[in-house]
């Protein structure tokens, strides 16, 4: 059974950075893109960034590239997800999930809050 | 990258059926058979009910449905149930190998 378990997040201030990750089973964890896709409070989803199975390809939304990184480590099947320079606007539930085409499995999703 | 659009409610009695559209431009639904609808119930997290246009994972039953045409996706409900009361989102996979999501559509079973 597949099984995503985000971790990391909590409150930042403006400015501030933030490692979320996300622990994965269940499959074969180096096979499959993985991305992140947040939520902010009582809004939409949107999809944040991706990274190939090998790590050798990622990419982001317009709203934090050159702020965020993607990374993963196949040899703990686990997902990262380094924010910099933190905004307002970045406050959500961040979810981690398989895939880039459709996302058919979710982790619970980790609260991110950026606030002074 | 804007979002797709789609309406921002919806609603039909049970047993009926209800459609639910999702636009997007040439660079994203019209140029990708990468449509994917997700329902969300209040604190849980998305669920994937149609993938690549009209797929449907397993366990999803198949009174859900999904279509496209030129730019346009949509979601058919058929025979409402209560438990079908949700958030239902599309997305589409995008140029640059980006991914957009719709704004999201409540749906009300009356």
């Known amino acids: 059974e597949v099984h995503l378990l985000e971790s990391g997040g909590g409150l930042e201030q403006p400015g501030g950075s933030l490692r979320l990750s996300c622990a994965a089973s269940g499959f074969t964890f180096s096979s499959y893109a993985m991305s992140w896709v947040r939520q902010a409070p009582g809004k939409g989803l949107e999809w944040v960034s991706a990274i190939s199975g090998t790590g050798g390809d990622t990419y982001y939304a317009e709203s934090v590239k050159g702020r965020f990184t993607i990374s993963r480590d196949n040899s703990k099947n686990t997902l990262y997800l380094q924010m910099n320079s933190l905004r307002g606007e970045d406050t959500a539930v961040y979810y981690c999930?398989?895939?880039?085409?459709?996302?058919?499995?979710w982790g619970q999703g980790t609260l991110v809050t950026v606030s002074s | 990258q804007s979002a797709l659009t789609q309406p921002p409610s919806a609603s039909g009695s049970p047993g009926q059926s209800v459609t639910i559209s999702c636009t997007g431009t040439s660079s994203d639904i019209a140029a990708y058979n990468y449509v994917s609808w997700y329902q969300q119930h209040p604190g849980k997290a998305p669920q994937l009910m149609i993938y690549e246009v009209n797929k449907r994972p397993s366990g999803v039953p198949d009174r859900f449905s999904g279509s496209k045409s030129g730019n346009t996706a949509s979601l058919t409900v058929s025979g409402l149930q209560a438990e079908d009361e949700a958030d239902y989102y599309c997305s589409s996979f995008a140029a640059s190998n980006s991914v957009l999501f719709g704004g999201g559509t409540k749906l009300t079973v009356l």
């Open positions: 999930s398989k895939g880039i085409t459709h996302f058919g499995y």
